[in-house]
């Protein structure tokens, strides 16, 4: 059974940091594509990073570059998200995803290409 589990959201004051934890599980083939989207109240679900092992890059989109990193152990099938210099407006729900096909992070970043989907993690910016 595939699984998806997030951890590590919460609670933060604005400029804080937090680091998000994805751990996968039960896929029988490898997937190529881990994922982090968020959806903040009464938004749409946006793509926020992603990492590839197709290429070994990462993708970060514009909102949240120079602030979060996201990364990699294949070893372990887990992904992180290291979030810093945290804003309220990074307050939402985060969703951790895979996709299984083989390509670079920023061109399979949409939520189209994700196969397999975390239940998320609040994370909330907030004096």
């Known amino acids: 059974q595939v699984q998806l589990v997030e951890s590590g959201g919460g609670l933060v004051q604005p400029g804080g940091s937090l680091t998000l934890s994805c751990a996968a599980s039960?896929?029988?083939?490898?997937?190529?594509?881990m994922a982090w989207f968020r959806q903040a109240p009464e938004k749409e679900r946006e793509a926020i990073s992603c990492?590839?092992?197709?290429?070994?890059?990462?993708y970060h989109t514009d909102s949240v570059k120079g602030r979060f990193t996201i990364s990699r152990d294949s070893r372990k099938n887990t992904v992180h998200l290291q979030m810093n210099s945290l804003k309220p407006d990074d307050t939402a729900v985060y969703y951790c995803?895979?996709?299984?096909?083989?390509?670079?992070?920023?061109?399979?970043?949409?939520?189209?290409?994700?196969?397999?989907w975390g239940k998320g993690t609040l994370v909330t910016v907030s004096s």
């Open positions: 995803a895979t996709a299984f096909i083989k390509g670079g992070s920023e061109a399979i970043c949409t939520e189209s290409h994700m196969d397999n």
């Open positions: 039960g896929f029988s083939r490898p997937f190529y594509v």
């Open positions: 990492v590839s092992n197709a290429d070994n890059s990462t």
